[in-house]
């Protein structure tokens, strides 16, 4: 018996996300079309605008699905971390050590210069950036707890900060591959001052 629909509609998300993201990753994501999208999947336009408005739309789907993974990599990792001597330095290793999380970087960072010039896309960028922020500072408060420490300014702009840092790391290792090793400890070394400035002893140690 056929599909009905209702039924139908999380297969054909699943096909466009994955196909977006694929071609997102290998081409950009203005060098991508709508129609290669929905070719690459097997589908058609029309399967394409019953389940996302445009292309933004979709790369938001995606941006929620990568957010999800990514915090609940983080949190299955958190016993590991919680052992380590300097876990937010850890955080930084985990939050962009993978090929999967380079290549999300130079998608999610070609789609925030898009939003950049567009301020509605801007807007609805945030507002998804947020959820990933919050999720990300439940995780890094867990982790300074585990050490006795807690943050000394809101944990939500401490977090930024982290993933600011990344998020230039990451941009560093990819620009200067030949460079590599000038840039490969630089979290470790950077992080530890940047965590005793912003942050201080638990109450109650």
């Known amino acids: 018996m056929p599909k009905s629909p209702t039924k139908r509609r999380p297969l054909t998300r699943a096909g466009l996300m994955e196909s977006a993201l694929a071609l997102f990753t290998e081409r950009g994501f203005h060098a991508t079309s709508i129609s290669d999208i929905v070719e690459r999947a097997g589908l058609t336009r029309g399967a394409f605008y019953s389940n996302y408005r445009d292309k933004e739309e979709l790369f938001l789907a995606l941006y ?42 130079l998608v999610s960072m070609e789609f925030t210069l898009h939003a950049a010039r567009d301020p509605g896309t801007a807007r609805a960028l945030a507002v998804h950036e947020e959820r990933l922020t919050q999720g990300l500072a439940r995780l890094v408060a867990r982790a300074l707890a585990a050490t006795g420490r807690q943050a000394a300014v809101p944990t939500e702009d401490l977090t930024r900060l982290v993933v600011a840092l990344s998020e230039g790391l990451t941009a560093l290792q990819l620009i200067q591959s030949t460079r590599d090793d000038a840039v490969q400890g630089l979290a470790r070394r950077i992080t530890p001052h940047l965590i005793e400035a912003l942050t201080e002893p638990a109450a109650g140690n």
């Open 64 to 105: 929620d699905a990568h957010t999800d993974r990514l915090l609940a990599r983080l949190a299955e990792a958190g016993s590991g971390l919680e052992a380590e001597g300097d876990p937010v330095a850890r955080f930084l290793d985990r939050i962009g050590q993978s090929p999967e999380e380079r290549g999300w970087f």
